[in-house]
Nanobody, 127 residues
Framework: QVQLVESGGGLVQAGGSLRLSCAAS????????MGWFRQPPGKEREFVAA????????HFADSVKGRFTISRDNAKNTVYLQMNDLKPEDTAVYYCAADEWHSGSTLLLTSAQYGNWGQGTQVTVSS
């Protein structure tokens, strides 16, 4: 099974930026669709962004559209989440997810569709 390790979380003021990384270790991904989810304090995990294996297709939650971008480097087995104009409501534990053996254009938008998860990284946005 692929191990996913997130990094890049931290404390930032409102309006600031962070870039999260998710690196896969153990073996090379096989045509994996990937995504980011987050769990705010006291709330359920929610979808943030997804990217297809080819990187050509992306999808974002309405709450982050226009502020967050998702990208990937398949040669490095890494996916990124660039977060700009952060708001206090973006405070959450952010999780990376992956699921293998998908077509180049497949997007996975629900947590149930993913078979591999990282341990999470805390993002705290102060007002």
């Amino acid at each position: 099974q692929v191990q996913l390790v997130e990094s890049g979380g931290g404390l930032v003021q409102a309006g600031g930026s962070l870039r999260l990384s998710c690196a896969a270790s153990g073996r090379t991904f096989s045509s994996a669709a990937m995504g980011w989810f987050r769990q705010p304090p006291g709330k359920e995990r929610e979808f943030v962004a997804a990217i297809s294996w080819s990187g050509e297709r992306t999808h974002f939650a309405d709450s982050v559209k226009g502020r967050f971008t998702i990208s990937r480097d398949n040669a490095k087995n890494t996916v990124y989440l660039q977060m700009n104009d952060l708001k206090p409501e973006d405070t959450a534990v952010y999780y990376c997810a992956a699921d293998e053996w998908h077509s180049g254009s497949t997007l996975l938008l629900t947590s149930a569709q993913y078979g591999n998860w990282g341990q999470g990284t805390q993002v705290t946005v102060s007002s």
